[in-house]
T-cell receptor, first 113, second 114 residues
Framework: SAVISQKPSRDICQRGTSLTIQCQVDSQVTMMFWYRQQPGQSLTLIATANQGSEATYESGFVIDKFPISRPNLTFSTLTVSNMSPEDSSIYLC??????????FGPGTRLTVL | AQKITQTQPGMFVQEKEAVTLDCTYDTSDQSYGLFWYKQPSSGEMIFLIYQGSYDEQNATEGRYSLNFQKARKSANLVISASQLGDSAMYFCAITNTGGFKTIFGAGTRLFVKA
């Protein structure tokens, strides 16, 4: 299976600040995604990170709040902007090489005070 | 639109026994895939098993098997010989084979008793 790493693994941030989460994959992949998991909830897709073009956002998520970069086929970043306590969640990136192969990074546990 | 329903918020099983976690789905796609993931308290999502909609055989991976009943739109996970380390949240998910967008169910928390 692929190795997917995320940095930071956890962080505690003050409201109004921004945090950028990095996701690195050990082999090239076309499809990368960002998910949010609020406390006690399931995973919700934030956006598809497209290489070389703007990310595709799901309903309820906007680029100004969650800007995403995808400079190449092994790396992506998600920024959580102007944070509030409601943004406290686990943020997970995933990579999918084919229909039957989707793996997740270890997640970033974010707490906003 | 695709939807996953997991009706069991929590399940208990005795160590070494088998347990079935339920998952039903709804989709208008003819071609799709079904995943099961395990999420321990550490928060990572661990891939367990995958079933394609056109696969005729039920998927198996070690102690995990997927009871796929296409006509009933169900994809239940069976864990045989439960171990204490199986205590975790389990998520069922569906993906369409076109855009790879994946939708997750609410999850089932499994408790394995010694």
């Amino acid at each position: 299976s692929a190795v997917i790493s995320q940095k930071p693994s956890r962080d505690i941030c003050q409201r109004g600040t921004s945090l950028t989460i990095q996701c690195q994959v050990d082999s090239q992949v076309t499809m990368m995604f960002w998910y949010r998991q609020q406390p006690g909830q399931s995973l919700t897709l934030i956006a598809t990170a497209n290489q070389g073009s703007e990310a595709t956002y799901e309903s309820g998520f906007v680029i100004d709040k969650f800007p995403i970069s995808r400079p190449n086929l092994t790396f992506s970043t998600l920024t959580v902007s102007n944070m509030s306590p409601e943004d406290s969640s686990i943020y997970l990136c995933s990579a999918q090489w084919s229909t039957d192969t989707q793996y997740f990074g270890p997640g970033t546990r974010l707490t906003v005070l | 639109a695709q939807k996953i329903t997991q009706t069991q918020p929590g399940m208990f099983v005795q160590e070494k026994e088998a347990v079935t976690l339920d998952c039903t789905y709804d989709t208008s796609d003819q071609s799709y895939g079904l995943f099961w993931y395990k999420q321990p308290s550490s928060g990572e999502m661990i891939f367990l098993i995958y079933q394609g909609s056109y696969d005729e055989q039920n998927a198996t991976e070690g102690r995990y098997s997927l009871n796929f009943q296409k006509a009933r739109k169900s994809a239940n996970l069976v864990i045989s010989a439960s171990q204490l380390g199986d205590s975790a949240m389990y998520f069922c998910a569906i993906t369409n084979t076109g855009g790879f967008k994946t939708i997750f169910g609410a999850g089932t928390r499994l408790f394995v008793k010694a």
